[in-house]
């Protein structure tokens, strides 16, 4: 009896076996959904449940096409194309993507997601990119062939407290002298270029890219014109800057999901150099493209205009971007970064300059004027303000740069009256010795695009300006760099 009751039970477990192995050799159950509607940018599709942020694929008989859930209605998902929506039609299959991602870059098995960034797009990092230009989901450009292997980290990365970050209390040598000296700038600082168009802005920042003392550069041109990328990496960065730079390019001619996600990519590149323990310098041109991109995609998916038609998202996006740069740990590493801010018709009321100005750690102001006469860089010293200055330099120092913007802004303030002779000698003691020393101040702020100043060397031409004999010395607490650079 006994004999039976076990080859019975024997006869059972090798079908089970049986079963289950066929099993593993099946593919796992997916599901998908349908496209019900294209209107503009947007998308809708019907059949899938998915979180905000993540990824899809339409698949067409020829094509693919990636896309982004970016909001929902009901059991509609909305949808932001990445790429051309050419050729879709109707009721195109629309599958979920869900990569392998290792999410403690380890490379070994993926880790399970729990938390909400872990949803979001993975994109690769390392050291693998440096000396590549790649686009905004992390493809290269530069037809240098496919990256190698290596981590990938969310676009969305998780806030850093604000009680664990560095203070920034160490300079940054920039190697302009008008910054060096007058608007001093610390590692961890995150600096907004003010300016119209055409006024010099990509010309500053690639002096700042070549004669800055950074461990990583990360450029992230977002929304320019296209020319605009293979200039600056040839001319501006060159060879040698390249080596050590990370570049995302998203021009104009990018969909907007695209634009967002290359100023995302490209802050969480610097990021993970940053968590590496390496000083690292952010570029990003510009951030009033970024807020336009989340423009378009605000109001094609229905959201009130509010400020100039910019819609509330937007506001709420760049905090959300520009907070990710910075000091890390005490002791780790940091974000300087420099974030160019279109003033349209040069309004620096504009809605965006003014969030921008509110939430950055200062601004420099580029000024048309200026650059008509052939001042260049053409920034606005009265305009121009450092918050991080006061726990940067020294007493002496920050007494030469009151002084410095004294006189200046005395002098632009009379210069009709000077100009048309009518100021007599002597009526105004500090006009007298503004008007003295104009035209030395005004040769101190200008300097070449090929020519590097230290801060040393910057901070000794500014005393010089008003006594030949006042020695001035950097604070050696703020460990600024020493080392005159040249082109």
């Known amino acids: 009896m006994d004999t039976g009751i076990n080859s019975h039970a024997q ?79 109707p009721g195109a299959r629309v599958v979920p993507e869900e990569p392998a991602i290792d999410t403690n870059f380890s490379g070994k098995v993926p880790a399970p997601r729990r938390r909400g960034a872990d949803l979001a797009r993975h994109l690769p990092v390392g ?10 989901a992390g493809r290269p450009l530069d037809q240098l062939g496919a990256l190698a292997s290596g981590p990938s980290a969310p676009l969305q990365s998780r806030p850093i407290n604000p009680l664990n970050r560095a203070a920034i209390k160490d300079g940054l040598d920039v190697g302009v002298r008008a910054i060096n000296s007058l608007l001093s700038v610390g590692r961890g600082q995150r600096m907004g270029l003010f300016a119209g168009s055409g006024v010099g802005k990509s010309v500053l920042l690639g002096m700042m890219a070549r004669y800055t003392s950074a461990d990583v550069i990360v450029v992230g041109l977002i929304g320019e014109r296209g020319r605009e ?56 041109d510009s951030l009033t493209r970024y807020a336009m991109a989340q423009r378009e995609i605000g109001l094609a998916i229905g959201e009130p205009p509010a400020t100039k038609g910019y819609p509330p998202s937007v506001f709420a996006k760049l905090p959300q971007l520009v907070e990710r740069a910075g000091n890390g740990a005490e002791g780790g590493g940091s974000i300087t970064a420099f974030y ?56 002496q120092h920050f007494n030469l740069v009151q002084r410095f913007k004294q006189l200046y802004a005395h002098y632009q303030r009379n210069h009709d009256l000077i100009s048309v002779g009518a100021y007599v000698n002597g009526s105004d003691p500090l006009l007298d010795e503004a008007i003295s020393l104009y035209p030395r101040m005004e040769r101190f702020l200008k300097q070449g695009i090929f020519e590097a100043d230290s801060y040393t060397s910057s901070l000794g031409r500014l005393a010089e300006l008003f006594s030949a004999n006042t020695p001035v010395q950097a604070n050696p607490v703020n460990n600024l760099t020493e080392t005159t650079r040249s082109s």
């Open 127 to 136: 050291d693998m990119l440096l000396g590549r230009v790649l686009d905004g």
């Open 229 to 284: 990328v293979k200039e600056f990496i040839d001319t501006i960065l060159g060879r040698e800057g390249l080596a050590r730079s990370v570049v995302v390019a998203a021009p104009a001619d990018t969909s907007p999901l695209m634009r967002m996600q290359g100023a995302a990519y490209a802050t969480t590149v610097a990021e993970y150099f940053r968590d590496q323990g390496k000083d690292v310098l952010l570029i990003m």
């Open 11 to 89: 006869r059972w477990q090798n079908v089970l076996k049986g079963c289950t192995e066929a099993v593993s050799h099946c593919n796992p159950m997916s599901t998908s959904g349908r496209l019900t509607r294209v209107t503009g940018l947007v998308m809708e599709a019907v059949g899938l449940r998915m979180p905000v942020g993540s990824t899809c694929i339409i698949e067409l008989p020829n094509n693919r096409i990636e896309a982004e859930v970016v909001g929902f209605s009901g059991d509609k998902l909305f949808l932001m194309p990445e790429n051309d929506v050419q050729g879709l039609v």
């Open 340 to 395: 160019t801010v279109l003033t349209e018709g040069d309004d620096q009321q504009d809605p965006i300059a003014d969030s921008a100005r509110a939430i950055l750690d200062g601004h420099i102001v580029l000024s048309r004027r200026l650059a008509e006469q052939g001042h260049y860089p053409a920034i606005d010293i009265e305009a121009s303000i450092s918050r991080a200055l006061n726990s940067l330099v020294t007493p």
